[in-house]
């Protein structure tokens, strides 16, 4: 009796694991600043959440030239270097804050300024383990530019807008 159980727990899991469905991977909380005008690239922020191994193998917007992957990593003296990648690893069952854990994804070339309130299309592609290919598609909503204490510049609040 015990092993029929243990058999039909493993079968479930294994049927579970071999068909996720639609929400292989989940994207969440998909938003950016507004832009300034004359600005041309600006930090898209996201969650991605995998069930199988997967990559982000491209992200694009038709609101910007392109959309960069970038890994970042620190270049001595408090700084922080940004290197370009190919994809980006998406590890089974957690989730990928991007803009934060040193991973960001940056649309350049912004074709139009992005103003508070906006919201903007975003296309990923995943591949998912077996190399299935799924495109995501998603909307960023546009926040609020708010000033940061690294704006301040002597007495004054840089207000770049």
Do not use: C
Not at 27 to 55: C, F
Request: glycine share 6%; net charge positive.
């Amino acid at each position: 009796m015990m092993w029929q159980k243990l058999v039909g727990i493993v079968a479930f899991v294994l049927v579970s694991n071999a068909w996720a469905g639609t929400d292989d991977v989940v994207v969440e909380n998909a938003w950016l600043r507004e832009s300034v005008p004359g600005q041309h690239t600006v930090s898209l922020q996201l969650n991605l959440t995998s069930i199988k191994p997967a990559r982000l193998v491209a992200v694009s917007s038709p609101l910007a030239a392109a959309v960069k992957m970038q890994v970042l990593y620190p270049a001595g003296r408090g700084k922080m270097q940004a290197r370009e990648v190919g994809s980006l690893s998406l590890p089974r069952h957690r989730t990928v804050v991007f803009g934060e854990n040193d991973v960001a994804l940056m649309m350049v070339g912004l074709k139009q300024e992005l103003n508070e309130g906006d919201h903007v299309p975003v296309t990923l592609t995943v591949e998912l383990a077996g190399k299935h290919i799924r495109k995501l598609e998603t909307v960023a909503e546009v926040r609020r530019l708010e000033l940061s204490y690294k704006q301040h510049s002597g007495r004054s609040v840089q207000d770049h807008r």
